[in-house]
């Protein structure tokens, strides 16, 4: 890769699976920027990333979340970037549109990479681990059905799969980068 053309790297996955964490890890060991879309929504509604979900309506923070996510894989077009997606975005159109043209466009300098993690991690990384407790079951199963979801949503959209069940976000930032077998930085 050229040293004035480096690629960017998204990072999709569901609630925990370390998209934000990793971004950052990878963003800091490659001296590369890193856009985080749950803090660009959080900013946008004027709160923190872990209350912006609650902060409005959920279509409300869906349409945003979208709008945000397609202008930051705008920015990542012209490369250099690593960009946390998440995956609640990923049903948007507009989104996924925006990630198959990174990956028709840069097939060789941007690369989607999805993060996944075993069910009962994610569940703990969200709160949702009470022992035997009744009153979780229910958001419990739906949870279980949403990770499902976006886990086969992410699997279909991504040049990479990385498991981030046992690392710690620099691990699994080293994993990306070694499954990538690029470096991004402008250094290279």
Excluded: W
Excluded at 91 to 99: D, P, T
């Amino acid at each position: 890769m050229s040293a004035t053309a480096p690629g960017s790297l998204i990072l999709i996955g569901p609630p925990g699976a370390g998209c934000s964490s990793v971004a950052r890890a990878i963003g800091s060991a490659q001296g590369l920027p890193v856009l985080d879309l749950g803090q660009f929504v959080a900013d946008e509604l004027g709160t923190r990333p872990e209350l912006a979900l609650v902060a409005v309506a959920e279509t409300e923070y869906r349409r945003i979340e979208a709008g945000t996510a397609e202008r930051l894989l705008e920015r990542a077009e012209t490369g250099g970037l690593v960009v946390a997606l998440g995956s609640g975005c990923l049903e948007a159109r507009g989104v996924r549109q925006g990630l198959e043209r990174l990956r028709l466009a840069g097939r060789s300098t941007h690369h989607v990479v999805a993060l996944t993690c075993a069910t009962r991690v994610l569940a703990t990384r969200n709160g949702l681990d009470a022992p035997r407790s009744v009153a979780l079951g229910t958001v419990h199963h739906q949870f279980v059905q949403m990770l499902h979801e976006r886990h086969t949503l992410c699997r279909d959209m991504a040049d990479v799969v990385i498991d981030t069940t046992a690392t710690t976000p620099d691990e699994a930032a080293q994993k990306v980068m070694n499954d990538i077998g690029t470096d991004l930085s402008r250094h290279s």
